[in-house]
DNA sequence: CGGCAGGTTGACTTTCATCAAGGAGTGTGG
DNA sequence: CCACACTCCTTGATGAAAGTCAACCTGCCG
């Protein structure tokens, strides 16, 4: 595994650090943390974890995208997460994962080893507090994208998925756009696998889109979203 | 609503003293716990909270079945959770809730209103960390069901839905017979809304998986499962 | 007895998956 | 520099799975 260990860095000029699960930490418990963390770095398409893997370390995403995937016996795959900068990755109290993690982007991971994570849990409330809303963001996360895969069209899912990630990073730059331009960190593929849809009912329904003028893109990566409430029309959760 | 506040309980002969968000507490919290708790009843098919509804509580299930779900402008459903007793209802620092949630049998809640439990989460690291815990479980729960909507066959959707069950209500009795007898909690809908499926493809894969012997019944809700290893083939996760 | 909710079954339609061919961009080696 | 191989994507033809529409069954309750 051709991973990057990264020279030592410093929190206070961490670009999440008011966003991972060290956010709520006061001064001295950074100090803590920085003892046991590590950086890591994997290229694009790297596996971090195989389902079933003994759980060595967990870890804040600093930069880039990763995705939890599971696969059934037959080959069958469905991404279950897309962790971006800030996200959290692992399980304290649990020994193995159940989920393939694999970096869709290159990806810079701060780890921290789980034993001494674990005892940090419990004697610091504050990471605790904040990997609990963390957590809880994501259930609720999660349950928004089950009503995506029972219940929406493809063409719903497609535009949900446009959407968020428009929606996500419009964030960055918080002037109220109409709007949007990005570049797809994923694959026609990992989107197949994220919206439990083939890739080549995605492309047809990426060309469909395109035909009517609700978003355009050139190279098949740099999307442009002329009006994101006409998209967000085409998601179905519309009022 | 005619919901039924009843007498006052001892969290010392509690059924689910022992897995629900206050089992990591020590005497002394649960007489601070006790301070603010109060039981509610509701008859099956009530709603306990609507979707946008103000959170003015938060609770554990002390008996019955629950379920979380989403609804679309048109009308479409989907449910997002199944909860059973010991299971944590509502979200700390969290206004509103996004989902509607039902009681599918008569539900007994075991209630803390919102802002006082979250000021003892502040203050009692163990009730944080059973939540923790609790949350962590729900989320892999998620996901795993994101497999079954996302890429799964109806027929593969239901004996994933009866082998859950089956399971669940085996690990009551735990002698490990091959045999399984239960009575499902829900109706047909709930597990069309469940399985991202009609309400007619549920009734019909029912029906096939009886004609083949998988499955059992006369009237339709109690279910024989001769052999659980034989569903379990069905559910397309076997090796 | 009639009405009603929940469930089953059949006929038909729609949606999406599958199979197959080929285009566009990129990297490599002759 | 060009041929080629390769990955990623697109498009078309066809088929299978699940949805829709409709009729009817069953048990229950007033």
């Not at 439990?196 to 492309?203: F, H």
Request: with cysteine.
């Amino acid at each position: 595994m051709n991973m990057v260990v990264s020279q030592p860095n410093s929190c206070a000029d961490c670009p999440i650090r008011h966003s991972a699960v060290c956010s709520k930490c006061e001064p001295d418990e950074l100090v803590q943390l920085e003892q046991i963390k590590y950086y890591r770095t994997y290229a694009a398409g790297q596996t971090v974890f195989f389902s079933g893997d003994s759980l060595e370390f967990v870890a804040s995403i600093v930069s880039g995208v990763s995705s939890l995937t599971r696969t059934m016996p037959d080959g069958r795959v469905q991404m279950v997460g897309l962790l971006l900068p800030g996200d959290f990755m692992g399980r304290p109290n649990r020994e193995t994962i159940e989920c393939d993690v694999m970096a869709e982007t290159e990806v810079k991971l701060c780890c921290f080893r789980r034993k001494p994570f674990e005892a940090m849990l419990e004697a610091t409330p504050h990471l605790g507090q904040r990997l609990l809303q963390m957590t809880l963001d994501e259930l609720d996360a999660a349950r928004e994208w089950m009503l995506v895969l029972g219940r929406k069209t493809a063409r719903e899912k497609i535009a949900s998925l446009l959407y968020m990630i428009a929606v996500r990073m419009q964030s960055l730059n918080p002037n109220g756009a109409a709007k949007a331009e990005f570049t797809l960190p994923i694959t026609r593929e990992t989107m197949a696998n994220y919206l439990g849809l083939t890739i080549e009912t995605v492309s047809r329904q990426m060309s469909a889109l395109r035909k009517e003028g609700l978003i355009a893109f050139q190279d098949r990566r740099d999307i442009t979203v002329p009006d994101l409430e006409a998209l967000k029309a085409e998601t179905g959760e519309d009022a």
